[in-house]
């Protein structure tokens, strides 16, 4: 309207609490996330392994079941940490791919279309822009991977009895901290790579340059020089050391040995500083171009 008329008003409604103002970027993200029929149905398809894996925690305590499919129970997968990191070994796979279908436009599309002024412009930090757009994926993640994880876990404790419970609650502890590792790593990898590539094909393609390549340099290096420091630069193999520190796991199939627990953990978390500093020499509300 019209300055001179002098009839505009303040907004006098209610305001959104600060600390909630980035959620506005997940409640908008999740419309058009859910609105592709190929991201639906691969997110369906993320249930199929807890649902199996929810069927073999049963079929330990139900003895028709068992007499009906001539099945002993000797003969089913035990159900300890092994059990639970095998499970959130094959849903980390699968939060990858989703990673790769939803990661890459979350941060190109803002950044080729010149929105960052648009977010930035109003009472909305750079801080809230990245955590705001972490969170899509980090609630999508978390949605398949360590809370279906604690389900399980709940389900198995209720039917074992309080004791199982209590003596293996660490595996609910290493559940949460071994898949919030995982998500924190890929949604600040996807999220820089979508803020420097600025195109989703090639930010997908980095995604899976960044697992691979290092991955191969790192198994070609430890055979060399028979030596398990090639791995550093591994993030499979990091994450890997460090999900069978969390789950007491003592099995080894790979070529090369693990890395030191503590190792992995420092290079994980530099790894994560570095995205964060891609990422904030990258989201800003004005860019140069020389």
């Known amino acids: 309207m019209a300055v001179y008329e002098h009839t505009y008003k303040l907004y006098a409604g209610k305001l959104t609490p600060e600390w909630s103002r980035f959620l506005i970027i997940p409640r908008h993200a999740f419309r058009d996330v859910f609105a592709s029929k190929i991201f639906m149905g691969f997110f369906v398809l993320c249930f199929v392994s807890p649902l199996v894996m929810a069927i073999l925690i049963y079929l330990h305590y139900n003895t028709n079941a068992l007499l009906i499919m001539q099945l002993n129970v000797k003969d089913l997968v035990s159900i300890n940490g092994e059990f639970f990191r095998i499970f959130l070994s094959i849903q980390s796979s699968l939060a990858f791919l989703l990673t790769v279908l939803i990661g890459p436009p979350l941060v190109s599309r803002d950044m080729s279309n010149n929105a960052l002024p648009l977010y930035l412009c109003r009472p909305f930090s750079r801080a809230e822009y990245m955590i705001g757009k972490m969170s899509v994926l980090v609630i999508l993640l978390s949605a398949i991977t360590w809370v279906p994880g604690l389900l399980l876990f709940v389900f198995q404790a209720y039917l ?32 820089t790579l979508s803020a420097w590539l600025k195109w989703r094909i090639a930010a997908s393609a980095g995604l899976f340059a960044v697992f691979m390549i290092p991955s191969v340099v790192g198994t070609l290096v430890g055979v060399m020089f028979r030596t398990r420091w090639g791995n550093i630069i591994n993030l499979s193999a990091i994450l890997e050391s460090i999900n069978k520190s969390l789950f007491r796991s003592t099995s080894n199939f790979n070529v090369v040995p693990d890395l030191p627990v503590v190792a992995a953990w420092v290079a994980l978390a530099l790894f994560c500083a570095l995205c964060v500093l891609l990422l904030s020499r990258r989201v800003r509300a004005y860019e140069v171009v020389r």
Do not use: P, Q, R, T
Not at 165 to 185: D, E, K, L, P, T
């Open 160 to 191: 074992e009895g309080a004791g199982w419970f209590a003596h293996n609650i660490w595996i609910a502890g290493a559940m949460i901290v071994a898949g919030m590792a995982w998500i924190v790593v890929l949604s600040l990898l996807s999220m």
